[in-house]
C-alpha cells in the first residue's frame, strides 16, 4: 500500500542522458481524460460525512480547459438540471464489476498520475449539479457549533488547510472547535472564529521576551518596483529568511519584516516554473527554487503564477479611503485573497488599531510570510471555498480576488452553481455570505463581473446586496507592480438584512455605449449612467485575453481616484447595535 507521489528517471551508463543527476524530476502525467459522450459516475456529497456519498450516472458533453491548462468536463448528472462542469478528480469511469479490489489490497482512489481506481477517493469534496434558485437558497454543510475565542488568542496564526503542512513551525495559536457557524442575524452577539477540518500544525513555543508585531508598509517599501529578475531575488532572499525564522520557532523581527514584505508572489516571473524548458536566463532562479522548496510548495507556486498578481499601493491606499468614506471605522475585517497581506500593511494605523483582521491564501508561503508580517491577524493557508466562515459576521471584506473563466467547486451552492463556474463570481457569493447585515464588500475584480451579457451572477448578488458604486481602473493600473494589462473594477456592495428593500444602483443590465473612435462597446448600465466612474476612455483593443476585448485606456492617477471616491455614499456602514442585557430583577 502507498501513493506515489513523484516519478525519478535513472539513467543507465548507456543512457545519452546519464551526465544527468539521477533526480531529475519528470513532469507528473496527466490525470485521465473523459470523451465527449463518455458515461461517466460523478461523486455527490449528501451531507456532511465522508460515509454520506454517492457516485451519480453521468455523462460528459464538453471538455474545456482552464487558465492553467488542466481539463474540466461539462457532465449532464442523471436527476439534476443543466450541465455541472468539473475536473478529473470528481468523476470515475462507469465501474466492471470485477475490478473491485480484493478485501485488504490497495485502498480505491487516485494515484498521483491519474489512474483511476473503483473506490472513491477519500477528502475529494464532493459534486452536485443543481438549478438556479432564489435568495436563502445555499444549503449550509458540515453545520456545528461555532467556537468563540478572546481576542488574545486569536492572534498571529496560520491555519493549515490546503496547501500548508502539518508540523510547519509557524507561530502563534490556533483556536479549536467544531464546524461551520450558522447564520446568526445577531451578528454582533456572538464572536466566531474560522475553523478548519485540519489538525493545527505543530507549532514551536514563542521565546520569552518575543512581542508580536504587525508591519506597517511605508514609502521606503519597495512594493513592485523592479523588474522580473530583480522581484525574483526579492522573493528568493524572503523565502530564506522565511524558512530560518521559522526552523527557529520564532516571530520575524521589524527588520526582517521588511525584507519579508518584498515577497511580491511569481505571476510576474513564471518562466523558472516552466515543466520542461526553463529558459537559460531563469536556471539559477529555478536551482535556487529546487534547493529551498519542497516538492508541495514548489508546485504550489507554480499553480499561483496565474494569479498572484499583487496590488499597486495606490490602488490599495484609495481603497482604504473609500471604506473610510462609507462608515468603516474599524470591526471584523476579512481579506479572503490575501497574499502576504498588503491590505493589511496598508491599513491606516487607526484602523488597523481598531479591526480585528483575518486572511485567507491557497498559496503555503504566501499565507506564512502574511502571518509573520501580521502577527496579530487570523491567517487560513488553505482555499477560500475550504475555509470556514461563520455567516453574518463580518464588518468589511477587502480585496484584490482572483479572476479568471474557471470554476470552483463548493457544494453550498449546489442550488445556484452559475455563481461557481468563474473564480471572482464565487468570491462575491462567498463573502456576502459572511458579511453581517449592513457590512461592506470592496472588491478589485475583472470587469466581466459587471459587463458579461449574461446578467445571472449580478442578479444573484443584487437580490443580496446593494450597489453602492464602482470605480473602472484603466488597463494599466497594475501593469508597474503585476506586470500585467487588464481592465478591472473596484465594487462596492452592502448586504440588506432580512426583508430590506434594495436601494442600491441598478447594475443587472448590460447597456450600449460608444467608445473611442466610434466603436459601439457594452458595459454595465451603471456606468452608462455614470460615465466619469471610468477612469478613462473605453476602446476595443487586444488585451491579454485576446484581440478586439472592451478596454479602458488610460493612466490612473489619485486625483483622479480621489474624484471617483467623492461620488461614493457617505457613512452607510452603521455601527454594530448588540442587543441590551436583560435587567436583574430587584
Known amino acids: 500500500e502507498g501513493k506515489i507521489t513523484g516519478l525519478v528517471f535513472t539513467p543507465t551508463e548507456e543512457s545519452p542522458a546519464a551526465a544527468k543527476p539521477a533526480t531529475t524530476p519528470v513532469p507528473a502525467l496527466a490525470k485521465p481524460t473523459y470523451a465527449t459522450g463518455t458515461p461517466v459516475e460523478v461523486r455527490v456529497q449528501n451531507g456532511a460525512g465522508p460515509d454520506e456519498v454517492t457516485w451519480t450516472p453521468g455523462v460528459v458533453e464538453r471538455v474545456v480547459l482552464n487558465q492553467n491548462g488542466q481539463p474540466l468536463f461539462e457532465v449532464r448528472v442523471e436527476g439534476f438540471d443543466g450541465t455541472t462542469r468539473l475536473p478529473a478528480d470528481n468523476l470515475r469511469p462507469v465501474p466492471a464489476k470485477s475490478t473491485l479490489p480484493a478485501k485488504g489490497g490497495p485502498e480505491g482512489g487516485r494515484t498521483d498520475e491519474g489512474t483511476p481506481t473503483e473506490a472513491p477517493p477519500e477528502g475529494v469534496p464532493g459534486t452536485e449539479g443543481g438549478r438556479d434558485a432564489g435568495p436563502g437558497d445555499r444549503e449550509a454543510v458540515d453545520p456545528g457549533e461555532r467556537v468563540d475565542v478572546d481576542d488574545d488568542q486569536a492572534g498571529g496564526l496560520v491555519q493549515p488547510g490546503a496547501g500548508a503542512r502539518a508540523g510547519d513551525p509557524v507561530p502563534g495559536k490556533r483556536a479549536g472547535g467544531g464546524g461551520r457557524g450558522e447564520g446568526d442575524q445577531d451578528a454582533g452577539a456572538t464572536d466566531g472564529v474560522l475553523e478548519t477540518d485540519e489538525e493545527p500544525a505543530t507549532k514551536k513555543p514563542v521565546p520569552d521576551g518575543q512581542v508580536r508585531h504587525d508591519y506597517a508598509i511605508t514609502d521606503a517599501d519597495p512594493i513592485g518596483a523592479g523588474g522580473p529578475k530583480e522581484k525574483s531575488r526579492r522573493n528568493l532572499d524572503a523565502i530564506k529568511l522565511l524558512k530560518k525564522i521559522e526552523a527557529e520557532g520564532r516571530l520575524a523581527t521589524p527588520d526582517e519584516q521588511a525584507v519579508l514584505v518584498r515577497y511580491s508572489g511569481w505571476g510576474h516571473s513564471p518562466q523558472p516554473f516552466h515543466p520542461y524548458n526553463v529558459p537559460r536566463d531563469w536556471q539559477d532562479v529555478r536551482n535556487e527554487l529546487d534547493e529551498i522548496l519542497t516538492p508541495e510548495?514548489?508546485?504550489?507556486?507554480?499553480?499561483?503564477?496565474?494569479?498572484?498578481?499583487?496590488?499597486?499601493?495606490?490602488?490599495?491606499?484609495?481603497?482604504?479611503?473609500?471604506?473610510?468614506?462609507?462608515?468603516?471605522?474599524?470591526?471584523?475585517?476579512?481579506?479572503?485573497?490575501?497574499?502576504?497581506?498588503?491590505?493589511?500593511?496598508?491599513?491606516?494605523?487607526?484602523?488597523?488599531?481598531?479591526?480585528?483582521?483575518?486572511?485567507?491564501?491557497?498559496?503555503?508561503?504566501?499565507?506564512?510570510?502574511?502571518?509573520?508580517?501580521?502577527?496579530?491577524?487570523?491567517?487560513?493557508?488553505?482555499?477560500?471555498?475550504?475555509?470556514?466562515?461563520?455567516?453574518?459576521?463580518?464588518?468589511?471584506?477587502?480585496?484584490?480576488?482572483?479572476?479568471?473563466?474557471?470554476?470552483?467547486?463548493?457544494?453550498?451552492?449546489?442550488?445556484?452553481?452559475?455563481?461557481?463556474?468563474?473564480?471572482?463570481?464565487?468570491?462575491?457569493?462567498?463573502?456576502?455570505?459572511?458579511?453581517?447585515?449592513?457590512?461592506?464588500?470592496?472588491?478589485?475584480?475583472?470587469?466581466?463581473?459587471?459587463?458579461?451579457?449574461?446578467?445571472?451572477?449580478?442578479?444573484?448578488?443584487?437580490?443580496?446586496?446593494?450597489?453602492?458604486?464602482?470605480?473602472?481602473?484603466?488597463?494599466?493600473?497594475?501593469?508597474?507592480?503585476?506586470?500585467?494589462?487588464?481592465?478591472?473594477?473596484?465594487?462596492?456592495?452592502?448586504?440588506?438584512?432580512?426583508?430590506?428593500?434594495?436601494?442600491?444602483?441598478?447594475?443587472?443590465?448590460?447597456?450600449?455605449?460608444?467608445?473611442?473612435?466610434?466603436?459601439?462597446?457594452?458595459?454595465?448600465?451603471?456606468?452608462?449612467?455614470?460615465?466619469?466612474?471610468?477612469?478613462?476612455?473605453?476602446?476595443?483593443?487586444?488585451?491579454?485575453?485576446?484581440?478586439?476585448?472592451?478596454?479602458?485606456?488610460?493612466?490612473?492617477?489619485?486625483?483622479?481616484?480621489?474624484g471617483a471616491i467623492a461620488r461614493l455614499p457617505e457613512n452607510v456602514l452603521k455601527p454594530r447595535v448588540r442587543a441590551a442585557a436583560p435587567e436583574t430583577p430587584r
Open 297 to 562: 510548495e514548489f508546485e504550489a507556486a507554480r499553480a499561483s503564477t496565474t494569479n498572484a498578481h499583487f496590488t499597486s499601493p495606490l490602488v490599495i491606499d484609495a481603497m482604504w479611503r473609500a471604506a473610510d468614506r462609507l462608515g468603516f471605522k474599524g470591526g471584523r475585517m476579512l481579506e479572503p485573497a490575501v497574499g502576504i497581506g498588503h491590505f493589511f500593511g496598508a491599513q491606516p494605523k487607526a484602523l488597523a488599531a481598531a479591526s480585528r483582521r483575518t486572511g485567507v491564501e491557497l498559496d503555503s508561503i504566501t499565507a506564512r510570510i502574511a502571518a509573520q508580517l501580521y502577527q496579530n491577524a487570523d491567517i487560513h493557508a488553505q482555499g477560500f471555498e475550504t475555509v470556514r466562515l461563520p455567516d453574518n459576521f463580518f464588518d468589511l471584506a477587502i480585496s484584490n480576488v482572483p479572476f479568471g473563466d474557471y470554476a470552483v467547486h463548493d457544494p453550498r451552492y449546489r442550488k445556484s452553481i452559475f455563481v461557481t463556474r468563474a473564480i471572482h463570481d464565487y468570491f462575491f457569493a462567498r463573502t456576502l455570505d459572511a458579511m453581517r447585515p449592513g457590512g461592506i464588500v470592496a472588491f478589485i475584480t475583472s470587469s466581466y463581473t459587471m459587463d458579461k451579457r449574461d446578467p445571472s451572477v449580478r442578479r444573484y448578488l443584487a437580490e443580496r446586496a446593494d450597489l453602492l458604486g464602482a470605480i473602472r481602473l484603466p488597463n494599466t493600473a497594475f501593469k508597474g507592480n503585476a506586470g500585467t494589462e487588464v481592465t478591472t473594477d473596484i465594487i462596492f456592495l452592502q448586504k440588506r438584512g432580512p426583508g430590506a428593500e434594495s436601494q442600491g444602483e441598478a447594475w443587472i443590465n448590460p447597456k450600449e455605449i460608444t467608445g473611442k473612435d466610434g466603436a459601439k462597446i457594452t458595459v454595465n448600465e451603471y456606468y452608462k449612467r455614470h460615465p466619469k466612474m471610468m477612469l478613462g476612455e473605453m476602446s476595443l483593443r487586444g488585451t491579454m485575453y485576446g484581440p478586439a476585448e472592451p478596454t479602458l485606456e488610460g493612466e490612473i492617477t489619485q486625483k483622479l481616484l480621489d
